[in-house]
């Protein structure tokens, strides 16, 4: 089976650094997620990792350690646009994405 | 528009009825997942298709739902027997491959009364 814990809410300023925290258990792994899903819409596709490490894009970056099974999501230069949940997906031995319950991010001026 | 489409996407219906939603992926995808979302949660798996074949079902599938994507392209999702726990979004996803990223329909509303 699966586990996946991230905190359910977190709350940062306009302009600011956020650093989004995934824990997991899993048997069997094949690769971690992160999705951006506003209210009441469909989860977006944010990054992908399955060597340990740091990948970039643009002002969000994400990083992994399988030995530790962890992963965080670095939000930079936060916008209020970026006020939504972030979602961590672990693909594991099936590799069937299992989601966590999601970050709830909020962005305050 | 060649993204993920779902029908239809929103469903109010009562207790005892059944449902049935339809997922469209993207024509070059060969893997379509169902998913279930209630509100503050994140999407449970239920099912997934390679090709035409189901070859995962979750335990949260219970005999009153059941899955069918006849020759690999659109897939049904029908619950029946409607229970007010079955309220919930349910999502569907596509991908291009095991280790690709999947792609989201806006998924379909259900309220049972």
């Known amino acids: 089976g699966q586990n996946i814990d991230q905190p359910t809410e977190m709350t940062a300023t306009e302009g600011a650094i956020v650093q989004i925290n995934c824990t997991y258990q899993t048997s069997g792994f094949n690769g971690l997620f992160w999705y951006q899903q506003h209210a009441g819409e469909a989860p977006t596709f944010l990054s992908y990792n399955v060597l340990d490490g740091l990948e970039e894009k643009g002002r969000f970056s994400s990083f992994l350690s399988r030995s530790k099974g962890y992963s965080y999501l670095l939000l930079k230069e936060l916008q209020m646009k970026d006020s939504a949940s972030y979602l961590c997906?672990?693909?594991?031995?099936?590799?069937?994405?299992?989601f966590g319950r999601g970050t709830s991010l909020i962005v305050h001026p | 528009d060649t993204g993920v489409s779902q029908d239809p996407r929103h469903k109010i219906t009562k207790r005892g009825q059944n449902v049935t939603f339809r997922c469209d992926p993207i024509?070059?995808?060969?893997?379509l997942y169902w998913y279930r979302q209630t509100l503050g949660q994140g999407p449970e798996f239920l099912t997934y298709?390679?090709?035409?074949?189901?070859?995962?079902k979750s335990r949260l599938l219970s005999d009153r739902f059941s899955a069918e994507r006849p020759k690999g392209s659109f897939s049904t999702l029908e619950i029946q027997r409607t229970e007010q726990g079955d309220s919930a979004m349910y999502l569907c996803?596509?991908?291009?491959?095991?280790?690709?990223?999947?792609?989201f329909g806006e998924g379909s509303r259900l309220t049972v009364l």
């Open positions: 024509s070059e995808h060969n893997r």
């Open positions: 996803a596509s991908s291009f491959s095991q280790t690709g990223e999947l792609f």
């Open positions: 298709f390679q090709n035409e074949a189901q070859l995962e």
């Open positions: 997906a672990v693909s594991g031995g099936s590799y069937i994405p299992t």
